[in-house]
C-alpha cells in the first residue's frame, strides 16, 4: 500500500491551519469586550507559512492548538534569556541551596499532588522531586489493594460506583490556621464527590457523593481549624435533577457545600446564580470566597461570553448557618438548600449571605494570602488579578468597594501563591511565565498598573496551578515553588502523541532587583498526565505510621493470630474464612468450601517489623490484599466453580516467597 506523502502534509497542514483560525476567531471574540486587554494585544494571529509572529501571538494559539510549541519560552516578554534552557536542568547560582536530596537522606517537605485522571493523590518529596507513594482515591488501584478489599470496594460504590474519578484540588486539614497533619481532603472534578485521606495511614477513609450536583471543581477547608469542608458544584442543573425543567436553563443552579470534616456528611448547600469554579477561605472562619464564571446562565459558549464582566461570590459562612439554624431553606434529596441567589430575601439589606463582588469576564481561582488580609482572584481572559480587602466584605456598601487594586501582570493569569515576605507569584497561563509581584505596592497603584512586578520567568509551557511551600496556611516557608505546567512539548524524550506534563521546580528564597526577581528555576520533572494542583507542608507536620495499630479497627475487624486462623460455616452457603499471614506462610496451610458458597475472608498481617508488605492474591475470584504490619482487610466473593485454587502472596517478602501458599478448595455441591 501507497501513498502521497506531499498530499498527506499538505492535508495535515491545512487541518492544522483551519483549526488555529478556528480557535483565534473564537479567542479574539471574547477578548474584544474585556476592557483590560490593550488594542494592540488583543488580536490573535498566526502567519504559518511565514512564522512571522511573536511569542505572545504565538502562546495565545498554541495553549489550545498544541503546535509548534518548541517556540515557546525561548525569551521573556522583557527579552531575557530563559534560565532554566533543556540542557541546563538546575540552576547553577551559587547561592541557590542544592534540591538534591542524597541517597538513605530525607526531603524537607511533602508534596501532596492531585493526580487528575489517575484519580489519586501522589506523594512528593521536596525539593528532590522524587514520587514516593500515591494514595488511591477515586479510582480502584491493584498495588495496594484499593477497591478489593471489602472496606474501600464498598466505600467506592456507596460513592456512586464510578468507574473512575478526577482528583483535583488538595486541602490540608488546619489547626488554628496551621496544618496539622491530621487529614487531607480533595474533590473528584468528573463527579460530585469529595473524599478524605487519613494520614496517619496515607489511606482514603471516607468519600462522600455530594447529592444534588454533578461535578464538584472547587475544594478547600474552612481555616482557620477545618470546621467545615467546602466544595463547589460547577455545572448548572435543575433542582432537583428529575426530569423537571430540562429545556429551561433559567431554572438551572450552582451549589456551594458545606460538609462536616469528621463525620463527611453533608450539611448544607446554598444556590447562587451563575456557574461557580475554585474557591478559598479567609483566616478567621467567616468568609469562604469563589470564583465564578458564567452569570449570564448560558449554555453554550456564546452565550456564556456575552457579557465583559461575571461575579465573584463570598459567602458568610456564620450567616448561612444561621439561616439553616432558623429553617430559611427548601430541603431537596434530604439537603437543606439556602437561597443564596441575588433575588433571595436573604441577600437584602445590608447583611447579605452572598456578596456578588462584579470582576472581569471568567475569573479563575480564588487564593487568600498567608495573614488573610486579601484575595487574589485572577482574570484569565483580562490580564490582570483583582485584589478583594476581606475586612470590607462586610462592611463595604458596595460589593465593588471591596476590591482594592488591580495589578496588570500579563496574559492568562490564573493561579497565584505566596512566599510569606509579601509578594505573590501568579501563573500566566497564554504567556508560559510566572511573574513575581508585590502585593502593597499593587494596593496603592492605580488599577491596571504594571508597578507592582518585580520580574517574570519563562515556564514550560503554559502554567495552570502553581504552589509554594506552606503558601496556603499562615506558615508560608518562602523558598521553594512548584510550577504544574500543562504541557510540555520539546522538554523530554519523544513518548508518542501523548506527552508527559511538566512539574518545575522554582527557588523563589532570594528577592533580587533583576529581570526574574530573584527566581530561578532549578529542575524539570515529566509527570504522567494530568496531575492538577498541589499543596505541600513540612515533614514536621507529618506523623505517618510506620505499621498499623490494631486499637484502631477493633470492634469492626478481627485481629487473626496463627492460633486462632479457622474456617467457621455461618449457614449452608456462607463460610468466614480466617488466616494470619507472615513471611513464608499463612496460619492456613489450606481450607475448605462447597460451590456456590459466598465467604468473607480475613487476613492479619501479624509481622511487627515496618516495611514487611504482604500480599493475598486469589485471582480467579477478583482477590487482591495489600496488608501492611498489623493491618487486617476482608474480602467477600462467590466460590462459584469448584476446582484448586491457588492463594499467593503478592509481595516479594523474604527468600521463600515463592513458596509463601494456601490452597482454597472448592468442592462441588451435591
Known sequence: ????????????????????????????????????????????????????????????????????????????????????????????????????????????????????????????????????????????????????????????????????????????????????????????????????????????????????????????????????????????????????????????????TALDPESMEVLWQVEVDGNLDILDTDKDGRWAIASAYNDEEGVEIEEMTKNDRDFVKAFDVPAIQKAVDAGNYKEVNGVPVVDGTKSSSLNKGDNPIVRYIPT??????????????????????????????????????????????????????LHTTYDGRGHAYTSLFIDSQVVKWDIETAVNSPKKSEDAILGKIDVHYNPGHIQAIQAMSTEPTGDWLVVLNKLSKDRFLPVGPIYPDNDQLLYIGNDKDNETGGMELVSDHPVYPEPHDAIFASKDKISPAKTWDAADYEGEKEYVKESNSRVERIDDETVEVYTSVKRSEYGLRDFTVKQGDEVTLTATNVEGSQDIVHGIAIPEHNVHLALAPQDTRQATFTADKPGVYWVYCTYFCSALHLEMRSRMIVEPRE
Open 1 to 256: 500500500m501507497t501513498h502521497d506523502s506531499a498530499d498527506t502534509d499538505g492535508a495535515t497542514d491545512e487541518t492544522h491551519t483551519d483549526t488555529i483560525s478556528e480557535y483565534e476567531a473564537q479567542l479574539n471574540a471574547v477578548l474584544e469586550d474585556i476592557d483590560e486587554t490593550p488594542a494592540d494585544e488583543s488580536d490573535v494571529s498566526l502567519e504559518l507559512p511565514t512564522l512571522g509572529l511573536n511569542r505572545r501571538d504565538f502562546m495565545k494559539a498554541g495553549a489550545a492548538a498544541g503546535v509548534m510549541g518548541s517556540l515557546a519560552g525561548c525569551t521573556s516578554l522583557a527579552g531575557s534569556t530563559n534560565s532554566g534552557s533543556e540542557n541546563t536542568p538546575h540552576s547553577s547560582s551559587g547561592d541557590v541551596p542544592s534540591h538534591i536530596v542524597p541517597p538513605g537522606e530525607h526531603d524537607e517537605y511533602y508534596g501532596f499532588w492531585s493526580g487528575g485522571h489517575s484519580g489519586d493523590i501522589r506523594i512528593y518529596g521536596l525539593p528532590s522531586m522524587r514520587e514516593l507513594t500515591r494514595i488511591p482515591v477515586f479510582n480502584p488501584e491493584q498495588a495496594k489493594g484499593y477497591g478489593f478489599d471489602k472496606k474501600t470496594s464498598d466505600m467506592l460504590e456507596e460513592a456512586g460506583d464510578y468507574t473512575w474519578g478526577d482528583s483535583h484540588h488538595p486541602s490540608l486539614s488546619e489547626t488554628d490556621g496551621k496544618y496539622d497533619g491530621e487529614y487531607l481532603y480533595v474533590n473528584d472534578k468528573a463527579h460530585g464527590r469529595v473524599a478524605r485521606v487519613n494520614l496517619t495511614y496515607f489511606e482514603t477513609d471516607a468519600i462522600t457523593n455530594v447529592p444534588n450536583v454533578q461535578s464538584v471543581h472547587g475544594c478547600c477547608i474552612q481555616s482557620p481549624d477545618t470546621e467545615y469542608v467546602f466544595a463547589n458544584s460547577e455545572f448548572r442543573t435543575p433542582l432537583p435533577n428529575d426530569g423537571r425543567d430540562i429545556n429551561n436553563p433559567d431554572k438551572y443552579v450552582s451549589l456551594f
Open 360 to 413: 472581569p469576564k471568567s475569573p479563575h481561582c480564588v487564593e487568600v494570602e498567608p495573614n488573610g488580609k486579601y484575595a487574589m482572584v485572577a482574570g484569565k481572559l483580562s490580564p490582570t488579578v483583582s485584589i478583594i480587602d476581606i475586612e470590607k466584605l462586610g462592611s463595604a456598601s458596595d460589593p465593588k468597594d471591596t476590591i482594592v487594586g488591580q495589578p496588570k501582570l500579563g496574559l492568562g493569569p
